[in-house]
Protein backbone atom coordinates (compact mmCIF):
# COMPACT_ATOMS: atom_id res chain seq x y z
CA UNK A 1 0.00 0.00 0.00
CA UNK A 2 1.46 3.60 -0.83
CA UNK A 3 0.34 6.98 0.20
CA UNK A 4 -2.09 7.45 3.26
CA UNK A 5 -4.27 5.04 4.35
CA UNK A 6 -7.98 6.32 2.74
CA UNK A 7 -10.26 5.69 5.50
CA UNK A 8 -14.25 5.96 4.97
CA UNK A 9 -15.88 7.96 7.98
CA UNK A 10 -19.31 6.40 9.52
CA UNK A 11 -21.16 8.23 11.78
CA UNK A 12 -21.03 12.51 11.50
CA UNK A 13 -21.52 13.05 15.27
CA UNK A 14 -19.42 14.35 17.79
CA UNK A 15 -16.59 11.64 17.78
CA UNK A 16 -17.16 11.51 13.83
CA UNK A 17 -16.27 15.23 13.31
CA UNK A 18 -13.14 15.26 15.55
CA UNK A 19 -11.85 12.41 13.01
CA UNK A 20 -12.76 14.07 9.97
CA UNK A 21 -10.77 17.04 11.08
CA UNK A 22 -8.16 14.95 12.09
CA UNK A 23 -8.12 12.86 9.07
CA UNK A 24 -8.86 15.68 6.94
CA UNK A 25 -5.85 17.72 8.13
CA UNK A 26 -3.70 16.32 11.00
CA UNK A 27 -3.13 12.99 10.49
CA UNK A 28 0.49 11.54 8.73
CA UNK A 29 -0.54 8.66 7.38
CA UNK A 30 -4.34 8.39 6.85
CA UNK A 31 -6.78 10.25 5.28
CA UNK A 32 -10.45 10.91 4.91
CA UNK A 33 -11.87 9.42 1.62
CA UNK A 34 -15.81 9.35 2.37
CA UNK A 35 -18.50 9.78 4.67
CA UNK A 36 -21.65 8.80 5.74
CA UNK A 37 -24.37 10.00 8.39
CA UNK A 38 -28.08 9.13 8.27
CA UNK A 39 -28.14 12.64 8.68
CA UNK A 40 -27.86 13.17 4.43
CA UNK A 41 -27.24 17.09 5.30
CA UNK A 42 -24.69 16.50 7.54
CA UNK A 43 -22.69 14.33 5.28
CA UNK A 44 -22.79 16.63 2.76
CA UNK A 45 -21.85 19.61 4.36
CA UNK A 46 -18.71 17.66 6.23
CA UNK A 47 -17.97 16.37 2.97
CA UNK A 48 -18.08 19.14 1.23
CA UNK A 49 -16.07 20.86 3.97
CA UNK A 50 -13.22 18.10 3.49
CA UNK A 51 -13.37 17.67 -0.51
CA UNK A 52 -14.42 14.27 -0.19
CA UNK A 53 -17.28 11.72 -1.06
CA UNK A 54 -20.70 11.86 1.08
CA UNK A 55 -22.57 8.77 0.43
CA UNK A 56 -26.01 8.02 1.85
CA UNK A 57 -25.92 4.65 2.72
CA UNK A 58 -23.27 2.50 4.65
CA UNK A 59 -22.82 -0.27 1.87
CA UNK A 60 -22.19 2.59 -0.82
CA UNK A 61 -19.45 3.55 1.67
CA UNK A 62 -18.17 -0.07 1.54
CA UNK A 63 -18.25 0.49 -1.67
CA UNK A 64 -16.18 3.64 -2.16
CA UNK A 65 -12.47 4.22 -3.10
CA UNK A 66 -11.34 3.44 0.49
CA UNK A 67 -8.97 0.86 2.46
CA UNK A 68 -10.89 0.80 5.87
CA UNK A 69 -13.61 2.40 7.66
CA UNK A 70 -14.01 4.55 10.93
CA UNK A 71 -17.06 3.50 13.04
CA UNK A 72 -18.41 6.21 14.79
CA UNK A 73 -22.12 5.87 14.87
CA UNK A 74 -24.43 5.01 17.71
CA UNK A 75 -23.15 2.01 19.75
CA UNK A 76 -25.58 0.06 19.26
CA UNK A 77 -24.87 0.17 15.40
CA UNK A 78 -21.17 -0.18 16.07
CA UNK A 79 -20.82 -4.44 16.01
CA UNK A 80 -23.04 -5.28 12.51
CA UNK A 81 -21.58 -2.10 11.09
CA UNK A 82 -17.95 -3.73 11.56
CA UNK A 83 -18.79 -7.43 10.45
CA UNK A 84 -20.09 -5.58 7.28
CA UNK A 85 -16.45 -4.01 7.13
CA UNK A 86 -14.71 -7.14 7.72
CA UNK A 87 -16.61 -8.74 5.08
CA UNK A 88 -15.88 -6.09 2.70
CA UNK A 89 -12.33 -6.48 3.37
CA UNK A 90 -11.83 -3.24 4.75
CA UNK A 91 -9.71 -2.85 7.90
CA UNK A 92 -12.11 -1.48 10.86
CA UNK A 93 -11.07 1.17 13.51
CA UNK A 94 -14.18 1.35 16.06
CA UNK A 95 -15.06 3.86 18.67
CA UNK A 96 -15.85 2.11 22.22
CA UNK A 97 -17.31 -0.62 23.37
CA UNK A 98 -18.04 -2.96 20.53
CA UNK A 99 -21.61 -3.34 21.45
CA UNK A 100 -23.46 -3.59 24.89
CA UNK A 101 -24.53 -6.86 24.29
CA UNK A 102 -21.49 -9.06 24.69
CA UNK A 103 -22.76 -11.79 22.11
CA UNK A 104 -22.73 -9.19 19.24
CA UNK A 105 -19.15 -7.61 20.29
CA UNK A 106 -17.85 -11.59 20.07
CA UNK A 107 -18.97 -11.73 16.17
CA UNK A 108 -18.01 -8.91 16.04
CA UNK A 109 -14.41 -10.26 16.63
CA UNK A 110 -14.99 -13.47 15.36
CA UNK A 111 -15.52 -11.59 11.87
CA UNK A 112 -12.73 -9.55 11.81
CA UNK A 113 -10.53 -12.02 12.78
CA UNK A 114 -11.82 -14.73 9.86
CA UNK A 115 -11.40 -12.18 6.97
CA UNK A 116 -8.03 -11.14 8.37
CA UNK A 117 -8.34 -7.65 8.78
CA UNK A 118 -7.28 -5.10 11.43
CA UNK A 119 -9.16 -4.02 14.22
CA UNK A 120 -8.92 -1.40 16.11
CA UNK A 121 -10.20 0.59 19.11
CA UNK A 122 -10.68 3.90 20.08
CA UNK A 123 -8.99 4.21 23.68
CA UNK A 124 -7.40 7.35 23.13
CA UNK A 125 -5.30 7.05 26.11
CA UNK A 126 -3.34 4.72 25.05
CA UNK A 127 -1.96 6.75 22.21
CA UNK A 128 -1.53 10.37 24.36
CA UNK A 129 1.85 11.18 24.38
CA UNK A 130 1.90 11.32 28.75
CA UNK A 131 -0.44 8.09 29.22
CA UNK A 132 2.48 6.67 26.34
CA UNK A 133 5.49 7.57 28.29
CA UNK A 134 4.18 6.74 31.73
CA UNK A 135 3.63 3.24 30.70
CA UNK A 136 6.79 2.91 28.61
CA UNK A 137 8.89 3.21 31.85
CA UNK A 138 6.63 1.24 34.03
CA UNK A 139 6.64 -1.39 31.88
CA UNK A 140 10.46 -1.00 31.50
CA UNK A 141 10.48 -1.57 35.21
CA UNK A 142 11.31 2.05 36.50
CA UNK A 143 8.66 2.20 38.41
CA UNK A 144 9.09 -1.09 40.10
CA UNK A 145 6.89 -3.15 42.34
CA UNK A 146 3.14 -1.38 42.23
CA UNK A 147 1.08 -0.79 44.70
CA UNK A 148 -1.49 1.84 43.82
CA UNK A 149 -2.84 2.77 40.51
CA UNK A 150 -5.56 6.41 41.00
CA UNK A 151 -7.20 6.97 37.74
CA UNK A 152 -10.15 10.02 37.82
CA UNK A 153 -12.35 10.37 34.75
CA UNK A 154 -14.80 13.62 35.16
CA UNK A 155 -16.74 15.58 32.36
CA UNK A 156 -17.87 19.23 33.21
CA UNK A 157 -20.89 18.22 32.19
CA UNK A 158 -23.69 15.66 31.43
CA UNK A 159 -24.55 14.52 27.83
CA UNK A 160 -27.71 14.88 26.44
CA UNK A 161 -30.61 12.96 27.89
CA UNK A 162 -31.01 10.69 24.26
CA UNK A 163 -27.49 10.50 24.77
CA UNK A 164 -27.39 8.88 28.00
CA UNK A 165 -30.47 6.19 27.02
CA UNK A 166 -28.81 4.54 24.73
CA UNK A 167 -25.27 5.26 26.26
CA UNK A 168 -25.38 1.85 28.49
CA UNK A 169 -24.33 3.72 31.97
CA UNK A 170 -22.05 5.33 33.51
CA UNK A 171 -19.44 2.12 34.04
CA UNK A 172 -19.79 1.01 30.04
CA UNK A 173 -19.64 4.99 28.76
CA UNK A 174 -16.83 6.51 31.38
CA UNK A 175 -15.60 3.98 33.51
CA UNK A 176 -14.74 1.58 30.99
CA UNK A 177 -11.81 4.08 29.66
CA UNK A 178 -9.92 3.91 33.08
CA UNK A 179 -10.59 0.00 33.02
CA UNK A 180 -8.63 -0.26 30.08
CA UNK A 181 -5.89 1.83 31.77
CA UNK A 182 -6.13 0.60 34.71
CA UNK A 183 -4.95 -3.05 32.63
CA UNK A 184 -2.93 -1.62 30.40
CA UNK A 185 -0.90 0.55 32.81
CA UNK A 186 -0.70 -2.37 36.41
CA UNK A 187 -1.93 -5.56 34.78
CA UNK A 188 -4.58 -7.62 34.78
CA UNK A 189 -7.66 -7.83 37.80
CA UNK A 190 -8.89 -10.22 40.00
CA UNK A 191 -11.93 -8.06 42.04
CA UNK A 192 -14.32 -5.33 41.28
CA UNK A 193 -16.02 -3.39 43.41
CA UNK A 194 -18.14 -0.66 42.47
CA UNK A 195 -20.09 1.98 44.71
CA UNK A 196 -22.53 4.87 42.87
CA UNK A 197 -24.95 7.70 43.52
CA UNK A 198 -26.94 10.49 41.92
CA UNK A 199 -26.04 14.09 43.29
CA UNK A 200 -26.56 16.16 39.92
CA UNK A 201 -29.79 15.13 38.41
CA UNK A 202 -32.61 13.21 39.75
CA UNK A 203 -33.30 11.93 35.99
CA UNK A 204 -30.57 9.30 35.99
CA UNK A 205 -32.44 7.76 38.72
CA UNK A 206 -35.02 7.29 36.24
CA UNK A 207 -33.48 5.94 33.88
CA UNK A 208 -31.30 3.24 36.58
CA UNK A 209 -27.90 5.28 36.09
CA UNK A 210 -25.61 7.06 38.37
CA UNK A 211 -23.33 10.36 38.08
CA UNK A 212 -20.56 10.01 40.57
CA UNK A 213 -18.74 6.65 40.79
CA UNK A 214 -15.75 5.21 42.90
CA UNK A 215 -14.49 1.94 41.87
CA UNK A 216 -11.60 -0.31 43.96
CA UNK A 217 -9.84 -2.79 41.99
CA UNK A 218 -7.18 -5.86 43.00
CA UNK A 219 -4.57 -6.75 40.79
CA UNK A 220 -3.38 -10.05 39.79
CA UNK A 221 0.05 -8.71 41.14
CA UNK A 222 -1.50 -7.60 44.77
CA UNK A 223 -1.59 -4.12 43.87
CA UNK A 224 -4.89 -2.22 44.67
CA UNK A 225 -6.60 0.56 42.28
CA UNK A 226 -9.12 3.07 42.79
CA UNK A 227 -11.18 4.87 40.08
CA UNK A 228 -13.40 7.77 40.79
CA UNK A 229 -16.11 8.96 37.93
CA UNK A 230 -18.21 12.29 37.51
CA UNK A 231 -20.71 12.90 34.92
CA UNK A 232 -21.25 16.84 36.27
CA UNK A 233 -17.78 17.92 37.80
CA UNK A 234 -18.80 21.59 36.99
CA UNK A 235 -15.62 23.42 37.24
CA UNK A 236 -13.80 21.44 33.63
CA UNK A 237 -13.17 18.08 32.40
CA UNK A 238 -10.53 16.29 34.09
CA UNK A 239 -8.00 13.03 33.11
CA UNK A 240 -5.85 12.31 35.71
CA UNK A 241 -3.96 9.08 36.56
CA UNK A 242 -1.16 8.35 39.07
CA UNK A 243 0.79 4.77 39.43
CA UNK A 244 2.86 4.44 42.69
CA UNK A 245 5.50 1.90 42.83
CA UNK A 246 8.24 0.77 45.17
CA UNK A 247 11.02 3.28 43.21
CA UNK A 248 9.18 5.67 42.30
CA UNK A 249 5.86 7.24 41.41
CA UNK A 250 4.02 8.87 37.78
CA UNK A 251 1.22 11.46 37.76
CA UNK A 252 -0.34 12.79 34.90
CA UNK A 253 -2.11 15.49 35.44
CA UNK A 254 -2.38 18.09 32.32
CA UNK A 255 -6.11 19.84 33.11
CA UNK A 256 -4.90 23.13 32.01
CA UNK A 257 -6.12 24.31 28.41
CA UNK A 258 -3.18 26.86 28.53
CA UNK A 259 0.02 27.01 30.77
CA UNK A 260 0.22 30.14 32.29
CA UNK A 261 -1.43 31.00 35.66
CA UNK A 262 -3.19 34.23 36.17
CA UNK A 263 -2.35 35.94 39.83
CA UNK A 264 -4.78 38.81 41.30
CA UNK A 265 -4.14 39.40 45.05
CA UNK A 266 -4.70 36.44 46.67
CA UNK A 267 -5.52 33.75 44.58
CA UNK A 268 -3.99 32.53 41.54
CA UNK A 269 -6.35 31.02 38.05
CA UNK A 270 -5.66 28.69 35.77
CA UNK A 271 -7.78 28.38 32.46
CA UNK A 272 -9.23 24.40 32.64
CA UNK A 273 -10.10 22.73 29.61
CA UNK A 274 -13.84 22.25 28.94
CA UNK A 275 -14.25 18.51 27.60
CA UNK A 276 -12.08 15.69 26.19
CA UNK A 277 -11.62 17.41 22.79
CA UNK A 278 -9.87 19.88 24.23
CA UNK A 279 -7.65 17.03 26.31
CA UNK A 280 -6.64 15.21 23.66
CA UNK A 281 -5.91 16.99 20.59
CA UNK A 282 -2.34 14.65 19.77
CA UNK A 283 -4.30 11.34 20.67
CA UNK A 284 -6.92 11.42 18.81
CA UNK A 285 -4.76 12.15 15.38
CA UNK A 286 -1.93 9.64 16.36
CA UNK A 287 -4.33 6.98 17.18
CA UNK A 288 -5.75 6.92 13.31
CA UNK A 289 -1.78 7.19 12.17
CA UNK A 290 -1.26 3.99 14.65
CA UNK A 291 -4.20 2.38 12.52
CA UNK A 292 -2.59 3.31 9.79
CA UNK A 293 0.53 1.91 10.37
CA UNK A 294 -0.80 -1.24 11.41
CA UNK A 295 -2.94 -2.00 8.44
CA UNK A 296 0.82 -1.34 6.43
CA UNK A 297 2.69 -2.92 8.14
CA UNK A 298 0.78 -6.06 9.45
CA UNK A 299 1.76 -5.49 13.27
CA UNK A 300 -0.91 -5.69 16.25
CA UNK A 301 -2.95 -2.50 16.79
CA UNK A 302 -2.25 -1.38 19.93
CA UNK A 303 -5.94 -1.00 21.43
CA UNK A 304 -7.44 -4.62 19.50
CA UNK A 305 -10.75 -6.13 19.96
CA UNK A 306 -9.97 -8.38 23.11
CA UNK A 307 -8.77 -4.78 25.28
CA UNK A 308 -12.43 -3.80 24.48
CA UNK A 309 -14.09 -7.29 25.43
CA UNK A 310 -12.20 -6.89 28.35
CA UNK A 311 -12.63 -3.06 29.91
CA UNK A 312 -16.40 -4.21 28.88
CA UNK A 313 -16.21 -7.25 31.06
CA UNK A 314 -14.64 -5.39 33.77
CA UNK A 315 -17.53 -2.15 33.12
CA UNK A 316 -20.07 -5.26 33.67
CA UNK A 317 -18.62 -6.28 36.55
CA UNK A 318 -18.66 -2.47 37.90
CA UNK A 319 -22.16 -2.19 37.22
CA UNK A 320 -22.62 -5.11 38.77
CA UNK A 321 -21.06 -4.65 41.43
CA UNK A 322 -23.10 -1.25 42.06
CA UNK A 323 -26.39 -3.41 41.46
CA UNK A 324 -25.46 -5.92 44.02
CA UNK A 325 -24.22 -3.87 46.81
CA UNK A 326 -21.10 -6.28 46.88
CA UNK A 327 -17.17 -7.12 45.32
CA UNK A 328 -17.21 -9.22 41.98
CA UNK A 329 -14.29 -11.48 41.66
CA UNK A 330 -12.85 -11.87 37.67
CA UNK A 331 -11.23 -13.85 36.54
CA UNK A 332 -8.93 -13.52 33.09
CA UNK A 333 -9.14 -15.76 30.16
CA UNK A 334 -8.11 -15.68 26.84
CA UNK A 335 -11.88 -14.52 25.92
CA UNK A 336 -12.26 -12.11 28.49
CA UNK A 337 -12.95 -12.02 32.14
CA UNK A 338 -15.26 -14.30 33.83
CA UNK A 339 -17.56 -13.13 36.65
CA UNK A 340 -18.01 -14.30 39.95
Known amino acids: MSGKLRIGLAGLGRMGRIHATNLGSRCARAELAAVFDVDSAAADRIAEEHGVTGVDSFERLLAADIDAV ?9 ADLAVAAARAGKHVFCEKPISLDREAALRAIAAVEAEGVAFQIGFHRRFDPDWVAATERIHAGELGEIALLRTSLRDMAAPKAEFLAGSGGLFLDVTIHDLDTARWMAGEITEVSAHGAVVSDPGFTAIGDVDTAV ?11 VIDNSRAAGYGYECSTEVLGSLATVRIDHPQSRHYEWRTPGQAATPLVRDFEQRYPFAYAAELDAFADAVRTGTPVRASGSDALAAFDLATAADRSWREERAIPVRCTESGYVLG
Do not use: E, K
Open 70 to 78: AITTPTGTH
Open 215 to 225: VVLRFANGALG
